[in-house]
């Protein structure tokens, strides 16, 4: 999991940096109820080992993460994970809900799927379509129970909320099944990225990386070329770079401390690393102000 970013706004909640309320396992409330406080613009910040649920059922909004910025004009959920550096844009016509819930509440449903919540694990949005009757339905009834307190409400959220992450992991399942070698080898390079994503402060060899995919180091690079235009060493180099970028963007680390975070020996070598791959290096990028997620 990301560690966090001291530079960046960490909170508990939808904009908010104090404990988390009762004893739900999760938090539910308007879009327009917080944003409008904020003049309908979130700052970007991070949420503290917690995942979110943007629901837009109408209006327009702009989402940005990480740096990269994407607009939502129909009814959709956009997903946030833990310590994902994002902030929101809201049209006044807003329209939607916010769902904030924490590991215990994942660790519950993984529990009742019986399998990882993948869905949760990288930030996605998956638009509603023709199931957005279906699905304002169930995040309204969701709202108002959370809201009240009548018999069994515990279990009933529960309900709605596992109902809720298995339309969304339908979503992004939607040919998951290899059925051809193209489908395999995107398959197989999803595979790959979840991996760096897991392990690049390791600095594992592609060797290894190639022997956890159960394939040879060969195969893995030409996967690579072929789907990203990238070798698998340079997948895991840009990884290490974006990391380092975020840091320099948002933190007052050294370049020791940052260099001791991304796992690197020694911090001239992580100066050498960046400077090879960005043409900056990590001072001159800090001080130029214009740094920017790739």
């Not at 660790?107 to 023709?130: F, I, K, M, T």
């Not at 770079?241 to 991304?262: H, K, V």
Request: with cysteine; net charge positive.
């Amino acid at each position: 999991m990301k560690s966090s970013l001291p530079g960046v706004p960490l909170f508990q909640l939808y904009g908010e940096n104090h404990a988390w309320p009762g004893t739900d396992l999760l938090h539910c409330e308007s879009i327009p109820a917080r944003s409008r406080l904020h003049h309908w613009e979130i700052k970007p910040y991070q949420h503290a080992e917690l995942f979110q649920l943007l629901y837009v059922q109408r209006g327009h909004a702009l989402v940005e993460i990480e740096g990269r910025r994407s607009e939502i004009h129909e009814a959709a959920i956009q997903v946030v994970p833990p310590l994902t550096v994002h902030g929101f844009r809201f049209s006044a016509d807003i329209q939607g809900h916010v769902l904030t819930f924490g590991t215990a509440l994942v660790a519950d449903l993984e529990q009742r799927l019986g399998a990882p919540l993948a869905v949760l694990a990288s930030a996605a949005c998956y638009p509603l379509g023709r199931d957005r009757t279906r699905l304002r339905g169930l995040i309204d009834t969701l709202q108002q129970e959370y809201q009240g307190s009548a018999p069994a409400r515990a279990a009933m959220l529960q309900a709605l909320v596992t109902a809720l992450m298995v339309w969304i992991s339908r979503r992004q399942q939607l040919g998951q099944a290899p059925r051809n070698r193209d489908e395999r080898d995107r398959h197989l390079l999803g595979h790959y990225l979840r991996l760096v994503e897991a392990h690049y402060r390791q600095h594992l060899s592609v060797d290894e990386f190639a022997a956890r995919l159960g394939i040879t180091s060969l195969q893995l690079n030409q996967l690579c070329r072929a789907l990203s235009g990238q070798t698998a060493l340079q997948v895991i180099h840009q990884r290490l770079l974006l990391e380092a970028r975020r840091n320099l963007t948002y933190t007052r680390m050294s370049i020791g401390q940052l260099s001791d975070s991304l796992g690197f020996s020694d911090p001239t070598y992580f100066a050498r690393f960046f400077k090879r791959l960005s043409g900056q290096t990590p001072n001159a990028y800090r001080r130029s102000g214009t740094a920017q997620s790739p």
